[in-house]
């Protein structure tokens, strides 16, 4: 049984960081990758940041330059540290983990990031 928890969300000012971690309980087969994705009130659910077990990372335009994603595979933890927040970060972030031989994925139960003054 895998589950994924978060950590780290709450509210913050803009300008502001936040670092967000995932722990994966059980393990998700390699080559796998792990990421962030977030979902705003009234919007879908998109992509922030992934991370390969190989280390490749990927990230949403909206976000480069202020976003870094890391991974610990001997901690089965993935990260994501972001700085210079914008209000129009805020929504609840999700970690996602799938397996690139596996056709189904694993999701967190999310966490909410806030942006305000």
């Known amino acids: 049984q895998v589950q994924l928890v978060e950590s780290g969300g709450g509210l913050v000012q803009p300008g502001g960081s936040l670092r967000l971690s995932c722990t994966t309980s059980g393990s998700i087969l390699r080559p796998n990758v792990m990421g962030w994705y977030r979902q705003a009130p009234g919007k879908e659910r998109e992509l922030v940041a992934t991370m390969t077990s190989g280390g490749s990372p990927n990230y949403a335009d909206s976000v480069k330059g202020r976003f870094t994603i890391s991974r610990d595979n001997v901690k089965n933890t993935v990260y994501l540290q972001m700085n210079s927040l914008k209000p129009e970060d805020t929504a609840v972030y999700y970690c996602?983990?799938?397996?690139?031989?596996?056709?189904?994925?694993?999701w967190g139960q999310g966490t909410q990031v806030t942006v305000s003054s």
């Open positions: 996602n983990g799938r397996s690139l031989l596996r056709p189904y994925e694993y």
